[in-house]
């Protein structure tokens, strides 16, 4: 059964560094997303992205943060200059259309910034 | 905008009980609803949806989960639990004709089954 595979599963990094979370989607998706989950909290939106572009992104998702699709089939997440509270789980997703099409979740990546 | 209230942190069940999960949204909009789980150490993964139809959704697993609109509810059931639910579980809601449609979760509720 495919399935949505995210890399590494542990980021341990210092604050300030850049990081970068990577994804592989379900081949056939269109539609690819990045969520967080800080410990003990809801798991929250950051951004959308659909035919090479951003198509909604949350507050959360300011300049420090940057999304890309190298190739066909990775989908990355960078955190410029990565703050304490960046420190979250990191989960990718994708669905084949939106709306009425599930959203396939990774295992996600936990991200630790000392 | 969506928001979505899960009432219950923590339900500790025994094995073979009944359990319902309770999930509240709030949206000025008709909705898409769902409900994930995730079970130590995965990703999230897709028990059932609402997006039409019959308010009564059957998913995987044994659970099913009713729509209330009047209530503006979207709780999850199950007749009789196993040790195997042991699990978080999250309800979502969606705005259909928002263009990518972003899910806006609940905080979450901790499914803990005993023997």
């Known amino acids: 059964e495919p399935e949505v595979t995210q890399t590494p599963s542990h980021q341990v990094t210092q604050m300030g560094q850049e990081v970068i979370l990577r994804c592989v989607p379900i081949?056939?998706?269109?539609?690819f997303y990045w969520y967080r989950q800080i410990l003990g909290q809801k798991v929250e939106f950051l951004v959308s992205?659909?035919?090479?572009?951003?198509?909604?992104k949350s507050e959360i998702f300011d300049d420090q943060f940057s999304v890309e699709r190298p190739d066909g089939s990775n989908f990355t997440l960078k955190i410029r200059s990565t703050k304490l509270e960046d420190s979250a789980m990191y989960f990718c997703?994708?669905?084949?259309?939106?709306?009425?099409?599930?959203?396939?979740f990774g295992p996600g990546t936990r991200l630790t910034v000392l | 905008a969506q928001s979505v209230t899960q009432l219950d942190s923590q339900v500790p069940v025994f094995e073979e009980a009944p359990v319902e999960l309770r999930c509240n949204y709030s949206?000025?909009?008709?909705?898409?609803l769902f409900w994930y789980v995730q079970y130590p150490n995965q990703g999230l993964q897709l028990l059932l949806k609402?997006?039409?139809?019959?308010?009564l959704v059957k998913g995987i697993n044994g659970f099913e989960a009713e729509f209330n609109k009047s209530q503006t509810s979207f709780h999850l059931r199950k007749p009789s639990v196993h040790i195997s639910d042991t699990a978080e579980y999250f309800c979502a809601v969606t705005d259909p004709f928002q263009g990518a449609q972003k899910l806006v979760f609940g905080q979450g509720t901790r499914l803990t089954i005993n023997p």
């Open positions: 949206s000025s909009v008709s909705v898409y």
């Open positions: 081949s056939n998706h269109l539609y």
């Open positions: 609402y997006l039409s139809g019959s308010t």
């Open positions: 997703a994708s669905s084949q259309l939106a709306g009425r099409s599930e959203q396939f």
């Open positions: 992205f659909y035919n090479n572009e951003i198509s909604e």
